[in-house]
């Protein structure tokens, strides 16, 4: 377009263009990624913990670090204070994380309560700070029976929701009973290299994003809430 583009209804001021520039803070940080791995189940032989533990273990192998949050005993939403010591473990985890992995059951052809729970007891916002925003996120499943997406469709609309960086990639493990041995290490199967490929792709996005995912999400719509909120406090001393 030659013509001269007008935009009435944009503060131009704020109108930020990406340049090359802004990418030169990959690699900045130094430390291995930092990986929070969520699952949704208390069975004592739960698959999707037994999924999520061999998930930490590759991301261990791949130079990240990663925790596991145990869900037990975390109360449901709204049915404690955030100051439970099992809120407060969960909250502290994802803020210490760069990227995380969430593994759930489908049960009922949804994600369980207890995945849901947990994410729900994640706050979108702690005063100015978006706890989960910008971070990186990996989604996985396991099934009693025959292959399904379906919980792995809902975590990432959650995965959204929580304006995380979801990654292409995603593990879904039918039949899960069958899959694991005695000891609960998964067995080799075009299954686990599907494991092994969204645990690279995680590190390899996570790396690439963590030192600049606070510029990747920011959005002219709250630049302009907050530069409109600042005019209102300085019009407001002006008048005093």
Known sequence: MSESITLPNVDTALLERAGPERFAAIGNATHPPRVLLLYGSLRTRSYSKLLALEAARLLTALGAEAKLFDPAGLPLPDDAPATHPKVEELRDLVRWS?????????????????????????????????????????????????????ALNQLRVLGRWMRMLTIPNQSSVPKAWQEFDEAGRMKPSAYYDRVVDV????????LLTRDISPWLVDRYSERRESAAQLSARVNLRSSA
Do not use: Y
Not at 139 to 144: A, T
């Open 199 to 206: 645990m690279e792709e995680l590190v390899k996005f996570t």
């Open 98 to 150: 760069e990227a995380m992995v969430w593994c759930s059951p489908e049960r009922h052809g949804a994600m369980t309560g207890i995945m849901k729970a947990q994410v729900d007891w994640i706050p979108l916002t702690e005063g100015s700070i978006r706890p989960t925003q910008g971070k990186v996120l990996a989604v996985m499943q396991v099934s009693g029976g025959s292959q399904s997406f379906n």
